[in-house]
């Protein structure tokens, strides 16, 4: 039976009316970038990710002048009392700086965020226990790593953190915004305005709708024949245990080029074309049709660009932003903007290099895979196999029956491949059920910190999905893995050990 609008409206309504952990559970289920939520659910929050009910003025002053220990006006010139974005915890205000004239945008926190975070997250937790038992462990990380938000201290440090390790490694197309420190405290966090930019989840929508249009439908038809459409090809390429293609970075530049060329080109042949034959014959140029062209995003590149800055935040840094959806991410005149490091979680050498050898692994045992490879020699399967599954062993990694394919199964969909041919036609959370009645997954202490890579590793991949680009994170992260071992001395003996399957 299939969920209808009004069965989902109550739900909604109580989300939105709870606030706090509610909000942030909301954009979760928004997002849908496991493919997790019932599209009716998917539709009916949307307004989770950038039309949360904001806090009144009045509050929102009171707060600032608190942590400011001054009237607003004595730093801030030209407040806009209306947000630019609320979110779970607090919301987000453009103002300048009165001492520079720097364009910034004020973070301030909500002050019942923290006190409502424990019963939130209290009641969360018994349905998670009640319903989906098998994500119980994994709550338990995200609930920890969730409550680290309420100090802005905390993640300007992160902010700072970030953008230094990344300016660092010479990502020129990654923009990091500034943190102001000496204006910022507990609950206010003052960084340099991203201008021009745009929300990534507001480019797509508006990318969207103009597609929509040239087809003469509404853009939720057009998202769901899209998505009809590639669900039915991957099942297709499934069987053959072939990944879904997607269109190459240069291949798309060279059509948005040919696009950009036409929004030039059409006007100038159009008042040509009105001068002279347009004059004779009385029939003119419509110059609506240079609106038509569509000149779309290079989702390759975004998609690739997002993976690899964020698996080098993950294996070379230790340092890494588990929250990275299309919110905290801005469109700027060709660069990324990556902004939010409320949820950055920190990993220790130790845990980098076992990351790093299981992402090598991993790729290298995908492609002997017979899903993949059908001609393969089932025992350099089975060796790939028991090597993945012995090394995630060794990190922590606990199953009831400790059994190499589920060991491996899980390895190779978290870390590596989340396409057809390893995890539809089930969801994530039909295929999490299945793993579980299988061998269900033990005490994951000793690698708590796999739960946030898995967490936002596996939202740029649905992101990729959700634009035709798909991506095996193996793949993605490879060449960064290889080089951190390298650098140890520890890939020769990574080689050696795959030789030997």
Request: with cysteine; glycine share 6%; aromatic share 8%.
């Amino acid at each position: 039976m299939s969920t209808s609008t009004s069965t989902v409206q109550p739900i909604f309504d109580i989300y939105m009316k709870l606030g706090g952990f509610y909000y942030k559970s909301g954009q979760k289920i928004a997002s849908n970038m496991g493919g997790i939520a019932p599209k009716v659910y998917q539709d009916m929050f949307q307004p989770f990710l950038n039309d949360i009910p904001a806090r009144s003025p009045g509050d929102i002053r009171e707060v600032v002048e608190g942590e400011l220990g001054c009237p607003r006006e004595d730093v801030f010139e030209n407040w806009e009392d209306k947000p630019i974005g609320c979110a779970s915890i607090g919301q987000v205000h453009r103002a300048t700086l009165k001492e520079t004239g720097q364009r910034v945008v004020v973070k301030v926190q909500n002050p019942e965020a923290e006190r409502t975070f424990n019963g939130d997250v209290f009641a969360l937790k018994t349905v998670v226990d009640l319903f989906m038992p098998q994500l119980s462990v994994a709550f338990d990380e995200i609930q920890r790593q969730f409550a680290t938000e309420f100090d802005y201290l905390g993640e300007m440090k992160n902010a700072i953190d970030v953008r230094e390790n990344l300016q660092r490694a010479g990502f020129k197309n990654i923009i990091v915004p500034k943190v102001y420190k000496k204006y910022s405290s507990k609950r206010l966090m003052v960084m340099e305005e991203v201008y021009p930019s745009i929300p990534l989840h507001d480019a797509l929508d508006e990318q969207a709708e103009k597609m929509a249009k040239k087809k003469g439908i509404t853009k939720e038809e057009f998202i769901d024949q899209e998505k009809t459409k590639m669900e039915k090809l991957a099942k297709e390429l499934a069987k053959e245990g072939k990944l879904m293609k997607s269109h190459s970075s240069s291949t798309l530049e060279v059509y948005i080029g040919l696009q950009k060329l036409k929004r030039v080109v059409f006007p100038v042949y159009g008042r040509l074309y009105n001068w002279t034959i347009g004059n004779v014959f009385g029939k003119k140029y419509d110059f609506k049709k240079v609106d038509d062209i569509i000149v779309p995003l290079n989702a390759a590149k975004l998609i690739d660009d997002l993976l690899t800055v964020h698996g080098h935040e993950t294996l070379v840094d230790g340092c890494f932003n588990a929250d990275p959806h299309p919110g905290n991410v801005l469109c700027a005149q060709g660069k990324l903007a990556l902004i939010d490091y409320g949820q950055v979680k920190r990993i220790s050498k130790k845990n980098r290099l076992d990351l790093s050898k299981l992402i090598v692994l991993v790729e290298k045992a995908i492609e002997v895979d017979p899903r993949v490879n059908p001609s393969v020699d089932m025992r350099v399967h089975k060796n790939a196999k028991r090597s993945v599954a012995n090394h995630a062993r060794g990190m922590g990694m606990k199953t009831e029956k400790m059994l190499d394919d589920s060991i491996y199964e899980m390895c190779a969909v978290y870390f590596g491949r989340m396409d057809a041919a390893f995890l539809y036609p089930r969801n994530v959370i039909q295929w999490t059920d299945w793993m579980e009645s299988r061998d269900p997954i033990g005490n994951i202490d000793e690698i708590d910190f796999l739960v946030m890579v898995n967490n936002s590793s596996m939202m740029l991949r649905g992101l990729g999905e959700m634009l035709q680009q798909y991506r095996n994170l193996a793949v993605s992260w490879g060449p960064i893995a290889r080089k951190v071992l390298a650098k140890e001395g520890l890939l020769k003996d990574v080689e050696s050990e795959i030789d030997k399957w």
